[in-house]
């Protein structure tokens, strides 16, 4: 019998191989790099109008810190967020002008058809050819005041890093007073960052330098990972899968900074997440504000900022957020609780998908029982109703189900028998983007339920709550073998069906 400890190095390897499917290409990230080294020689060329500036480029954000993901759709774009310093510039400066003098030298060169229009903080170069990204520069200046600002408040090897930026939004866009600009410091970040790993960061490193038989210094920080690194890749991706587009997703940066705070150096990605998912709501402060309390996810090298700032003036942002962790608890830590590694794979492929489930049970080398419930036992159902629309399912969608019984949760699987009267929970996972309309169908079958006229098959638009309609509550009314099917719907057209969700009710 297994026990727990290799359950739990099991899942751990699962998991490890799950982020890894989650990664850019070598080659991707690689060209990446090429790519906006060569936007900075080009911007401190000789004849550069930008030249007397000392200006460099400089990468920022999930790229930095080893985070990222490769989209979940194959011909999806990643974005690269990039920092333009400029140094010593004159003191009659705006933001505005700070950032017309980057903006006129991508214009009139090199990157003149790579251009997008201006955003409200950057310049974005878009790559059409080979791996497709775009990157946003943003224009930049160090932050002169910073001493005065940080000293006692942030270790200065943080704030040394301190920026100002532009902001097309801000008050003081067109100002000269740089103390009035917006404030960012995405290197000192990264360097808190790093901290909150550096053992498993070092251990890692060293593993890598021996395997590629090379020096610690000639190994680049992106072929490591830490489980802290995978844990957040894993949750980015889980959120990814239940929101889509939606506006009310968390946002990354609030991931990264409280999954950092809870990180407790565990070796074990499983582990690591359930320190994360189990402590970092614990990392969300309180503060008052004007008679209320508000909620604080503090920036660790500017104190001053808020994070969650949007959550005060829109607290359905805040209500999802506890509602993703709540969720990925459950479809990430209590999977391994009463599951073996066949549930544990059902539950993880209607949060992540199968594609990338099945290749991380087969990279980690587990195997699972080849016998799966399909549509070919299904009873016959001439009361099922068949889809009107147009069919073009480039989209996928997965169901997980779970029911309440006792006063307790459980996980639906392919060997689960629901006993009669109990609440059943699904919910589905896209990768379709919004916006689109949710159909649910529920077939009913048996004897029970056509005696008590209960048989069902109507295609039917979602009517519960949840993320976008993708939840469906039931209850196990009659004996038999039932069904359940999510159809996503664009303009007229089903790109996406689940097939069926079979429910042994006993």
Known sequence: ???????????????????????????????????????????????????EFSPSIEPQGSFLYGTMIKPIHEDGQFDI??????????????????????????????????LDEEGDHCWTLNYAEGTRFHMDVLPSTPDLHRSEIYEGKVDQSFYDYALRMTDKGSDSYESINRREWPKTNPKGYSEWFKQQMKPEFERLLKEAAYKLEANI????????????????????RHRDMMYGEDELKPISIIITTLAARAYRHESNVFEALRTILNNMEYYIEDE??????????????????????????????????????????????????????????????????????????????????????????????????????????????????????????????????????????????????????????????GEEAKNARGLRGNIFPSKTAGIGGLKQVERSLYKGTHWIECYIVKNGICVAKSGEFIVEIG
């Open 288 to 445: 008052p504000k004007d008679g209320e309390i508000i909620k604080w996810v503090r920036n660790p090298v500017n104190p001053e900022e808020n994070f969650a700032d949007k959550w005060e003036h829109d607290n359905r942002l805040q209500d999802s957020f506890f509602e993703w962790i709540k969720r990925a608890k459950h479809e990430i830590l209590e999977a391994i609780e009463d599951g073996n590694l066949e549930s544990v794979k059902s539950i993880l492929e209607a949060s992540f998908g199968k594609g990338i489930v099945k290749e991380a049970y087969s990279n980690a080398g587990l195997q699972t029982s080849a016998l799966t419930k399909s549509a070919s036992i299904l009873p016959i159902a001439p009361h099922r109703e068949s889809p009107t629309w147009p069919m073009n399912t480039t989209g996928s969608i997965s169901i997980s189900g779970r029911y309440n019984h006792d006063n307790k949760w459980k996980q639906i699987t392919e060997s689960t028998v629901i006993p009669k009267h109990c609440r059943i929970m699904f919910a589905a996972n896209t990768s379709v983007s919004s916006p689109y309309s949710v159909y649910w169908q529920v077939v009913n079958t």
């Open 217 to 236: 210094e000639d190994v680049p920080d992106w072929k490591v990972k830490t489980p802290l690194q995978r844990a957040i890749q894993i949750l980015k």
């Open 81 to 114: 967020d990039l920092l333009c310093i400029l140094e010593n510039l004159p003191s009659t400066d705006t933001q505005k002008r700070l950032k017309e003098r980057i903006g006129k030298e991508l214009e009139v060169g090199r990157y003149e058809d790579m």
């Open 1 to 51: 019998m297994i026990t727990n400890e290799q359950k739990v190095a099991q899942y751990g390897d699962i998991l490890e191989e799950l982020g890894k499917s989650l990664d850019l290409t070598d080659k991707q990230v690689e060209e990446a790099i090429e790519r906006y080294q060569a936007v900075g020689e080009y911007l401190q060329r000789e004849d550069s109008t930008l030249v």
